[in-house]
């Protein structure tokens, strides 16, 4: 397949993230996530497509190399990719200013969960990485239909549909849960980002 190429409603999106570097298992994320600073974009992919392979359980995966945990029940994602931060600068002389780029900032990056305990208990496998400070390869996958092959970076995962996919390093800082009287029972988690994000991509 290829990039999405037509309007749609990004209804089966998907963030993952990898628990295995360099084919070595790491359920807990404690193996050193990889250095992306220096390589190009079709290297970046050429380096993380691998780590997104086997997909396991969010509750009682257990990871071998190469694989991967689906964040799933999300009910809202954040903006993808790498904001703006303009500068006004006055100029002597001129009616108005000048507009510089500068440094842009890390975008926040807050999901929105219908929240399942299990998913997320301190024992799970997503669980155990709330606040843990593990650097973890995250992927995102903008998807209007839904793979026929599943969630993996290869073209009989993700390739069987169109698809668009970005890559980052980020850690999972916090989890808050809203309780709810009238809704499902809500959670947020907040990932602070540890590189710039990298793609867009597509298989």
Known sequence: ???????????????????????????????????????????????????FVTEIDAEAGVAVANSFVRVKNVREFPAIGTPPNIVNVPVFGQSTSQQIQAQADAPSMEVTLNY??????????????????????????????????????????????????????GKIDSLLVTPSLSDSNQATIAITLQSSVKGAYTL
């Open 116 to 169: 399942v305990a299990k998913d997320w208990a301190s024992t799970a496998t997503l669980g155990k990485l709330v606040g843990a400070g593990s650097s973890l390869v995250t992927r995102f996958a903008l998807l209007n239909s839904e793979p026929s092959g599943g969630y993996a970076s290869t073209v009989g995962g993700l390739g069987t549909t169109l698809n668009t996919y970005w890559y980052f390093i």
């Open 1 to 51: 397949m290829s990039h999405l190429a037509s309007i749609g409603a990004g209804l089966y999106s998907d963030m993952s993230i990898a628990f295995s570097t360099g084919g070595t298992a790491n359920l807990d994320g404690s193996a050193k996530a990889p250095s992306l600073s220096g390589l190009t974009l079709t290297a970046i992919k050429a380096l993380l497509d691998p780590m």
